[in-house]
């Protein structure tokens, strides 16, 4: 099952995810608002409340805290690669 493990806002609307696969990706939420409906995820494009982002102790993916959260393999598929197994040699060998 694929897992966040951890996650760094880096800009408005904008997350780093590195996934329990070892690939690291950075998620733009502004190139997908259309994939977000419903009442919950309208607070998402307020750029504070955005910020209020978590990953909770043993949890799988991240969420705010009027109960929105986004599933590990949406986030991975959306998000760009920018560390991966490929492209990290040191990263490969650890992964195995």
């Not at 780093?16 to 696969?21: A, E, H, I, Y």
């Not at 993916?61 to 393999?73: F, L, Q, R, S």
Request: proline residues 6%; hydrophobic residues 45%; aromatic residues 12%.
């Amino acid at each position: 099952m694929l897992r966040v493990i951890a996650m760094q806002q880096t800009g408005v609307y904008q997350l780093v995810c590195t996934f329990n696969n070892g690939i690291v990706k950075t998620v733009n939420f502004a190139d997908h608002w259309d994939a977000f409906s419903g009442p919950i995820f309208q607070c998402l494009r307020n750029p504070e409340f955005f910020e209020t982002v978590i990953l909770p102790p043993n949890s799988e993916t991240i969420e705010w805290p009027n109960g929105a959260d986004v599933a590990a393999e949406f986030l991975f598929n959306i998000g760009e690669t920018i560390v991966s197994q490929q492209t990290d040699p040191v990263l490969s060998e650890m992964m195995g």
